[in-house]
């Protein structure tokens, strides 16, 4: 102890004597450092944490796996009432077996009425998370039989409408209108999904429960102790089979999958997730080359102390261990810097994604992060300072100490390692670049795609009605009657209509159609099309452009001739080479309605801009097939927050209880809809700019250093006549000459890692030249300047004054 004691005292002392280069050294690891940990912190409460519930490793979504042929590049699908009933009956991996479904529904209390997600569900669903109440029960099998009106209030919405009193268990609330006892309270840190406030029942009647064909609901579950995901899915293939054969009709060719819960929240985030934990590490690397650098040159210039206390009898262990001492000790200091970096780092990263990023609420720093941070940071030293080390004690002490102060062979040797750490630095700093560049280009690409409509002076109102108010198709033509008639006449709106659902959010309703004149198979063999209900003016206000035909008229209601409007994608399709408009169609989940065409479409992207195949889909008059959930689509002259207010006030007005579930503009929803690759766009890009700085560091510092110590050979050349020009030249030659092999092995080392860029790209190839050579040549020109510095100042060496330095 005494000894590393002594190592400490000396450390100190060192560094107080170079406060520079103490200061440069900790800022550096504390960029590497902090940039890890950070993303580490992210990864680990997104994919590493375990979720909240008992057990939550023995917690599975179970999905149907559709027929590829019918349901090309759909993975996964949700499951009908009756196929869900039999997994449940028969299944016998599973503790307990709950069907879930999403809902927002209107609640009265205390304040004004608000839209909340409700989950509807069966009575498994607490079993099945380990989530039992704090207050109160959950649902009984009973309560599954329609009319037992309870629920269970998650945590927020009990303390926001009855202050977090036990009395609420056993009263009652409204709920779209309706009085509900209040059975339960579940603690938020259980709540699934974490958004969720408030919990029903899932009540199916005995013709709902006979459903097959109709996918509506998820499935989550609770493997029974010792059973693991391989076993149950292995039961669930035999039983998808059983179903198959036993209900050809609907369930041919569907299959089933058990995932994981954390799996299925996060798949999608996890590729970007993982290069980003990549690209940091990349960082990492790139700032211990420049400490080793940095240690390096320092650690040189103590040689004739190393040699004195080798010769005094000090071991080369010993001196090793000293050396490695004054390292860990930079880096923990950095790693205790970076931690600050990491949490404001981490508030930018929360501030940035909002909801987009699952478990976002997970992202803390807490033990592990700092088990992480601190593992990093004796890594980091290590690494950092075992070469420097290894390679001065190695020198031999007569050699040193016969050599005289101003001689330029005295680290002959180590001006290759650290030119091989210059390579190494270019080469990360350029894969790094080129991701962020690829990434950056495929966001450009993303925004300039024509998403069929017109989303700039667009404003949106999602709107849940209840069913129990609004229970028959004339209650709901009429209130959104008189709805869109208040706000059409509100001062700068152009037009405005309603659809169930916005294009590019990816959500809406896919279903078989029946084309007729044509074969109708089975339906589970029937081609789906995307389905969306679209009032009049709709059309104008999204601005979707109209092919052939005409728009949804006022007159297309429910005793009238059922009609659509379908896409350019379905006409070619079904009728390629042929007017679509006078043909007819039925959708097989409303069977005996023939459907005439009356339109045709221009494509949008209803799933997302990245979505390059397009969507067949159906727009069906609202007041042929009304729906409670819609969304009103505003088109304004003026800005469109501006009508914000008017267009509550206009809802008020049509119903005083009916809440707004959410306003925004179509551009935040456009914003929202490439938020994924616009997260992972900017943190590549803040790493790559670290990375690039670093670099920069490292071949300026590597080169400063080596002017250092050959002032005096500088100075000879100039009183031999060498022109300072010349000495520039000299010196940029070779500072650039390990940059531009850098940038080779770097252009290599990029073109292996585009497989792992490939899923995140789009409208550029992962080898796009373009990118790898805007990248190359600004990393050439920042090494450029980073030589052009040190350059300059051998050029203004004066010989008279060098030559008598000692």
Known sequence: MSVLAQDLRYGFRMFKKSPGFTAVTIAVLALGIGANTAIFSVVNGVLLRPLPYP???????????????????????????????????????????????????????????????????????????????????????????????????????????????????????????????????????????????????????????????????????????????????AEMNALSTQLAAEYAKDNKGWGAIVRPLRESIVGDVRPALLVLLGAVAFVLAIACANVANLVMAKTVARRKEIALRSALGASRKRVLTQILVETLMLSIVGGLAGLVLAHFGLKAISASVGEELPRTGEIRIDGAVLLFTLAVSVVTGVLAGIAPAWRLTRANVNDVLKQGGGRTDADSGGKGSRQVLVVAEVALALMLMVGAGLLLRSLSHLRSVDPGFEPHGLLNASLSVPNQRYDTPEKLNDFFDRLLQRVRTLPGVRAAGAINTLPLTGGGSTQPVAIEGRPVGPISEQPEVAVRVMSPGALEALRFRLVRGRDLRDSDRLKAQPVVL??????????????????????????????????????????GLDVTQPIEAIYVPFGQMPRGWMSLVVRTETPPQSLASAVRRAVRETDPEQPILELKTMEEHLGESLAHQSFSMRLLSVFAGLALLLAAVGIYSVLAYGVRRRKREIAIRMALGADRSAVVRLIVAQGMRPALLGLVIGAGGALALGSAMRSLVFGVTSRDPATFGFVAALLAVVALAACALPALRAARVQPNEALQEP
């Open 566 to 607: 379908i896409s350019e994608a379905m006409a070619k399709r079904f009728w390629p080479g042929e007017d679509a408009v006078g043909r007819r169609l039925t959708l097989s989940f409303y069977p005996g309605v023939s459907r005439e065409v009356v339109g045709v479409v221009a494509d949008v992207k209803l799933r």
């Open 55 to 233: 057990d939550s490793e023995r917690i599975v979504d179970v999905a149907h796996v559709p027929p590829q042929d019918i349901f090309p590049g759909h993975k996964t699908f949700s499951v009908s009432p009756a196929n869900y009933l039999d997994w449940k009956a028969r299944a016998s991996s599973f503790e307990g077996l709950a069907a879930v479904s999403g809902d927002y529904v209107n609640v009265a209390g205390a304040g004004e009425p608000e839209s909340v997600l409700a989950m509807v569900v069966t009575s498994d669903f607490f079993a099945a998370f380990g989530a039992q109440p704090s207050l109160g029960r959950g649902f009984t099998p009973a309560e599954e039989e329609p009319g037992h009106r309870v629920v269970v209030l998650g945590e927020a919405l009990w303390k926001s409408k009855f202050g977090g009193a036990a009395t609420a268990v056993g009263s009652s609330m409204k709920v779209n209108g309706e009085s509900y006892t209040i059975v339960g309270i579940l603690p938020a840190r259980l709540a699934y999904p974490p958004e969720a406030r408030l919990y029903m029942p899932l009540q199916w009647t005995p013709e709902e429960r006979a459903i097959r064909g109709i996918h509506d609901y998820g499935v989550v579950g609770r493997l029974k102790p010792g059973v693991s995901v391989e076993r149950a899915q």
